[in-house]
């Protein structure tokens, strides 16, 4: 069970990587960004095409992947600018373009099942042991990743002045620009972040999961959860709330039950969740993260 | 309810023209007879035809079901699957388990989705704060949990699906051949559909629905009673979804739970309708149809190999409506009919020309006759309005007054 | 006056149904034209990696069958349609081919689901239906479905009976077995048995006919990637014999999962894994069982066709690309599948449909899986032409039964 409970921690670390890029355009932008998951397994599919062709790490394609889907992330965001889209429509909207680049995949790397396997990645079923626990070395990884990013989002939305003036567009557009914050300039970096996380998402997706053009499909459910449940532009809440429904579904999968109770029991959560705090489960973390870092909360 | 009170209630809440009702009927006894071997001998089409109008029916039932809470009321459900899903498992089970005849299974299977769309709703939609997204979400949520209590259950799928073979529909002998039977189940669950559809746009329901979709908080102080309408809408909207699952279990045949719960019913009946317009009742009838055209055409397109590409029909398919997507809610957020309303003419006499053009030149498959006339209308209604207003505007049709949804609405 | 506008469009509607119609003259049945035969298959979607084994043999047969002079003095079109992996989708496309492009034959999809659905169509329209690959034997009782991967009407009892007899053959058999088991209706089927016919699967049967405790008992959803949980019960419960009722890639991850936890099976079982990417694991797989009905070694090789039929896959799959080129059981199961609706045109010299079914239900016919024998009484199943290979030597080679074996190989038990 402990065993379950910390390889369900380290998963959730993989969650937390993808939910922070949605969470970031909702919470801030307003867009609910189904393209966000197309992006994610499109980085997988170039870390896992380079890395197949090239014979390099895996890790070494971020190099390449994380320009060059910051690029994309600023192209997205400023299609959504141009065309003032927001809210459902946005949804709508991205739905339409995850179709187009799950088609656009499926033709490329065919329906086939892809995976970076041990020959071309030494370390991917390396463990460590602790206290007798096995912690495979590659969602060690993502774990010690996603609490960096969500850190580093959460520090840069509140102690720098381009993420205090996100963070003021977010709560009232006019009475910010009317401070002189660029609005739009602001979108576009943030799109960029958002893009940079799919690019890392995307390297540890391709070497822990399996790949295949409609894998996404499959994981849209879970980060909406770990999204609802972490608050809405709540970066650390998204990281907190990713553990917890790893360690749902691990733990789940580990009982009697099996895995194939684990989206009944996620669901339940979060329709339970929904229901008694529509605002998120873990926006507490929020403040408990601000008083940790000396208090002074702006 | 008694006959004379039932009248009364319609009379009292629905204004209706009479010619409506009578229009449905004549065009339901139509279709009744397409199938006969006379009508099919002078016409001479191919047996196809009628399963590829089936699947029309089909989807036009499913997106005007999903129709009446979502376009009506604004409450975007993506969980319309979860009850389309109910409503197969349980005529499936019916037939495989108890050997109820197929037709008999349809109100039992439309009651149980209802039963559980109200369950649902009464829950919800007391919530104030689950309006929107929220509410989109945790409808999908909803889906998802249906579908694993259904795959991890041993008396509904367990994993072995429930497979219904021809020989167990019972169906009377009368409604002919199996694809001739589907086609006139179809047309019936297909017109009752658009029917309750109608009849709520009409009705002092449809116009607090709307009401609600432009302010809730006022339609409130108005005094419309929100909750219970929105709970009418829903059950209206998830008992005509059971029927419609019920309906397609014979053409599955193989039920299981990646085929009923899977995204694809409510991400395509959201398409149809947003296509068609979901403002209005015939919108998602007419965006189910172009759909399923489309589908079933580039699916046995054979794909695309010239510019030195070599793209299949599958991606050519989802292609074209990912695009269509985008580009519909970007440049016609209110849908076709909107527009195929105001250029009804010239829509004819392209659409005529077209058909006629290929008869005579190009011949082939019907359904990509179909799309290829349907892509011309759909090209026409796409021109901008200011590009069209001073050519197409002389067409336009000045026949009755326009009826817009901002009638008044009436206090109780 | 919305009436006329109401009326106006009704006209439009109907005009453009009535003017798209357009009558296509019947074809004749003489042979002016090539004879088609019509079926879809997974091109793409979840089932796709397996189903291009079966477009790869269906084309190379029909290429075959023409350059020997086709069915019945007439050329053959396959005519062969992307389901997407998807039974509902199967099933419309069967009712196109038959209904629009009026096809002469069918041919069976790829997959369980998508051959239960197409299966129905196929009886809705009263057409022969070979099918290569479908595996719950107890639904199919439509009398003109004729099925080449031939497991036998209770496969449920007959198969787990084979895999065990093989791996309690050796000097220390095994005395714990864990099942891992997906939601999949076939392997369902063979684990558990079904509520239609005798009681039987593969956990019933180790218990009560081979003594074995069943230790671990999980059951996962298809499109599960992460096991480790399953990969720790199992690591928990150190089985004896570990039983893999998955598809596909499943059997893969699993082991991934197993290794990453230092945990290696002592002895393993997958249902219906890709050959070539468990093959590709190297130590990890070493000893991996799994059922065959064909693999390209003697004595198969001297069945019917076998030499034309491993000679012509393995030169269209390194044409195709695939990773994995060697003609196995997916491969024999197809082409036999052709076999079995050519013996049944030629022998009933016609297209009829009545007639050629006839013919398959009272003829033996030879196919590079065996002869099969269509029972009538057991949905057109016979025996059970099951066999078991293991990877040894990082090779595949058939194992069980002992009359069957490649040469120079037996069961290994236990692999560590």
Redesign the interface.
């Known amino acids: 069970m402990a065993q379950a409970i910390a390889s369900g921690i380290l998963t959730g670390g993989l969650y937390g990587i993808i939910a922070i890029g949605i969470t970031l355009n909702w919470g801030m932008m307003r867009v609910i960004n189904l393209a966000h998951f197309s992006f994610s397994f499109l980085a997988a599919y170039f870390t896992y095409q380079i890395t197949v062709d090239t014979g390099i790490d895996p890790f070494l394609t971020l190099f390449v992947t994380i320009p060059l889907f910051f690029i994309f992330g600023v192209a997205l965001q400023w299609f959504f600018e141009t065309f003032e889209i927001e809210d459902f429509m946005s949804l709508l909207v991205t739905f339409g373009m995850f179709l187009i680049f799950e088609s656009i995949m499926r033709e490329r790397w065919t329906a086939d099942f892809r995976t970076l396997s041990s020959t071309e990645v030494a370390y991917k079923t390396e463990a460590l042991r602790v206290l007798g626990l096995s912690l495979t070395v590659t969602r060690l990884a993502v774990f010690l990743v996603a609490i960096a990013i969500s850190l580093g989002i959460w520090i840069f939305l509140n102690r720098t002045y381009a993420g205090k003036a996100l963070r003021a567009i977010s709560q009232d557009r006019a009475i910010a620009s009317a401070y002189g914050v660029n609005h739009r300039q602001m979108a576009l970096l943030l799109g960029g972040i958002a893009g940079a996380s799919a690019a890392i998402a995307g390297a540890f997706i391709a070497v822990i999961f399996v790949l295949r053009p409609d894998g996404a499909t499959d994981l849209i459910g879970f980060i909406f959860a770990v999204v609802i449940l972490g608050g809405l532009g709540n970066t650390a809440g998204a990281f907190m709330a990713g553990i917890f429904i790893g360690v749902v579904q691990n733990v789940t999968g580990f009982t009697s039950l099996g895995p194939g109770f684990a989206p009944l029991i996620t669901f339940l959560v979060l329709i339970f969740g929904l229901l008694l705090r529509p605002e998120g489960l873990f926006t507490g973390i929020d403040t408990w993260l601000a008083k940790m870092l000396s208090g002074r909360q702006t | 309810m008694r006959n004379g009170t039932l009248a009364a209630f319609i009379t009292r809440n629905v204004s209706i ?1 009479w ?2 009702p009578v ?1 449905f009927v004549v ?1 339901g006894v139509l279709l009744y007879f397409f199938p006969n071997d006379t009508v099919k001998d002078a ?9 590829f109008l089936y ?1 029309s029916f089909y989807w036009i039932a499913l997106a005007s079901s999903w129709n009446m809470l979502t376009g009506y009321a604004g409450y ?1 459900s993506f969980g319309h699957g979860a009850f389309y899903g109910i409503g197969a498992f349980t005529a499936a089970i019916l037939i495989t388990r108890s050997g109820w005849p197929y037709l008999l299974t349809l109100p039992i299977a439309g009651l149980a989705a209802s039963l559980f769309g109200l369950f649902v709703g009464f ?2 939609f007391r ?1 104030r ?2 309006r ?3 509410f ?3 409808t ?3 889906s ?2 249906v ?3 259904a ?2 259950s041993d008396a509904i799928d ?4 429930q ?5 167990q529909l019972a169906t009377p002998e009368f409604l002919g ?3 001739e039977m589907m086609f006139r189940v179809g047309v019936v669950v297909a017109l009752a559909t658009i029917f309750a559809s109608y009849l709520i746009y009409r009705s002092r329901l449809g116009r607090g629905l709307f009401a609600i979709q432009d302010d809730e908080m006022v339609a409130e102080g108005l005094g419309v009673p929100t909750f219970r309408y929105k709970m009418m809408a829903f059950g209206l909207s998830t008992f005509f979804a059971g029927v419609v699952g019920g309906m397609h279990v ?5 039920v ?4 009923v719960f899977g ?1 694809n019913v409510p ?1 395509l009946v ?1 398409l149809m309708s ?1 296509l068609g317009g979901r403002r209005h009742w015939m919108g998602p009838v007419i965006g189910a149809f172009v759909i399923n055209t489309l589908d ?1 055409a580039l ?2 397109s054979g794909g695309l190999d010239a510019f030195g590409l070599a ?5 050519i398919n ?2 074209v ?6 580009v519909m ?2 440049f016609v ?1 209110g849908g076709l009919y909107e527009r195929l ?1 105001r250029r ?1 003419i010239p ?2 006499v392209v ?2 020309l077209v ?2 053009l ?2 005579i030149f190009v ?4 359904t990509q ?2 799309m290829v ?1 349907e892509l011309f209308v759909i090209a026409l209604l796409l021109i901008p309005e200011k590009y069209y207003a001073p050519i197409g505007g002389r067409f336009e ?1 000045h ?3 326009k ?1 817009t949804r901002n009638i008044p609405v009436e206090t109780t | 006056m919305k009436f006329s506008r109401r009326v106006l469009f009704f006209v439009l509607i109907v005009s453009i149904a009535v003017l798209g119609i357009v009558p296509v003259s019947a074809q004749d049945g003489e042979c002016d034209e090539p004879i088609t035969v019509g079926g879809s298959l997974s091109l793409t979607g979840f089932l796709a990696p397996t189903a291009i084994i079966h477009e790869i043999t269906g084309r190379a047969y029909v290429d075959f069958l023409n350059e020997n002079g086709g069915l019945l003095g007439c050329p053959v079109e396959w005519i062969v349609l992307d389901d997407e992996s998807s039974p509902d989708l199967s099933a419309s496309l069967y009712e196109q081919l038959i209904t629009e492009d009026e096809v002469d034959l069918l041919m069976g999809p790829y997959g369980t689901g998508n051959i239960t659905a197409a299966m129905n169509v196929a009886a809705r329209h009263q057409m022969v239906f070979p099918q290569h690959t479908a595996s719950l034997t107890y639904v199919y009782d439509y009398e003109w479905q004729f099925p080449s991967w031939f497991i036998g009407l209770n496969t449920h009892i007959t198969t787990p009976r084979i895999i065990f007899d093989a791996v309690t053959s050796v000097e220390d058999p095994p005395e714990t077995i864990a099942f891992v088991v997906n939601q999949f209706p076939g392997t369902q089927n063979l684990a558990f048995g079904n509520d239609v016919l005798e009681p039987g699967g593969a956990v019933l049967i180790a218990e009560e006919e081979y003594g074995m405790e069943v230790v671990v008992n999980v059951e996962f959803p298809t499109g599960t990637t992460d096991f480790g949980p399953i990969a720790q019960q199992i690591a928990d419960a150190d089985p004896d014999f570990l039983w893999v009722g998955a598809i596909g890639v499943d059997a893969n991850n699993l082991l991934e999962a197993l290794d990453a936890l230092d945990y290696r099976p002592r002895g393993h079982f997958y249902l219906w894994p890709a050959p070539g990417p468990l093959l590709a694991l190297g130590d990890l797989s070493d000893g991996a069982m799994s059922v065959t009905l064909f693999e390209p070694f003697e004595p198969f090789l001297s069945n019917h066709q076998a030499d034309i039929m491993v000679e012509r896959f393995t030169a269209a799959a390194e044409e195709a690309g695939i990773p994995f080129t060697v003609a196995e059981t997916q491969a024999a199961a197809s082409w036999s599948a052709w076999q079995v609706l050519t013996a049944g045109v030629e022998g009933a010299g016609s297209l009829d449909q009545e007639a050629i079914a006839n013919w398959l239900l009272t003829h033996p016919v030879e196919t590079v899986t065996g002869t099969l024998e269509f029972n009538p009484d057991e949905n057109n199943y016979g025996e059970d032409l099951t066999k078991i290979k293991q990877i040894q030597d990082g090779q595949w080679v058939v194992v069980w039964p002992p009359e069957y074996a490649t040469e120079g190989f037996e069961v290994v038990y236990p692999v560590r």
């Open positions: 023209r010619y409506v229009a065009l016409l001479g089409y191919r047996g196809f035809l009628l399963s699947f975007f829950v919800v919530m704060q689950l929107g997204e929220l989109g979400l945790l999908l949520a909803v998802f949990v579908a694993s209590i795959a991890n367990g994993g072995q699906g497979n219904v073979r021809p020989s051949s199996f694809s014979p053409q599955i045949g193989f299981t739970v990646e085929s995204l991400l959201i947003l079933t699916q046995r793209l299949s029909g599958t991606f989802e292609l409506i990912g695009l269509l997507l985008i809610i970007l957020p309303e009804i829509a004819f659409g005529a058909a006629a290929q008869g011949g082939g498959r019907i006759q179909f006339i049709l026949l009755g007054e009826h």
